[in-house]
């Protein structure tokens, strides 16, 4: 049986996609990057070290909904409730691994991408932004500060879809 879809949120840099692609391998699952799906105004916009509206979001958040299916890990920053919602819109299962890690290591790991389009200079607004998973939403909270398999270890178990660790 299929898992329902995943989304592996937290701010830039966090390792969603790392983690993530981890959690959908370790689970049988498809990984996908919402990054992917961003329009080129989205991408221009951040590169330029501007940080999105939530204007600029909701197209965006739309096709990443669109996008959930069962079985499907996807790497999402979905930093807010209300972006958080607007994927259960379109995949009401949808549950959330929150990768949360202390500023300056995430400034670190920042400072080190050089094939990213997202600067480190926009950490600080989306840290701001950031609204972590509240009691009620379907989900675990995760400190990245382990390796990436045993982030998805914890991460799988946290959802239920493999045994704790003993």
């Known amino acids: 049986m299929d898992s329902p879809p995943i989304v592996v949120m937290g ?20 990984f996908a990057d919402a990054d992917d799906l961003h329009p080129r105004t989205n991408v221009e916009k951040m590169s330029a070290g501007e940080p999105l509206t939530d204007d600029d979001r909701a197209p965006w958040l ?22 958080r919602d607007v994927l259960r819109g379109h995949a009401p299962d949808t549950r959330f691994v929150h990768l949360k890690a202390d ?41 990245a500060d382990e390796p990436p398999d045993a982030l998805a270890a914890r991460a799988a178990a946290g959802l239920g879809l493999i045994p704790a660790p003993g």
């Open 103 to 143: 500023a300056a290591l995430i400034a670190d790991r920042a400072s080190r991408r050089r094939d990213h389009f997202m600067p480190p200079a926009l950490l600080q607004s989306q840290l701001d932004a950031l609204e972590p998973l509240a009691p009620d939403e379907p989900g675990v909270t995760v400190d």
């Open 11 to 30: 701010v830039s840099a966090v390792g969603k996609t790392t983690v993530g692609r981890a959690l959908a391998e370790l689970i049988g699952g498809t």
């Open 62 to 83: 739309d096709r990443v909904g669109e996008a959930l299916r069962p079985g499907t890990v996807m790497a999402c920053s979905a930093l807010k409730r209300a972006y």
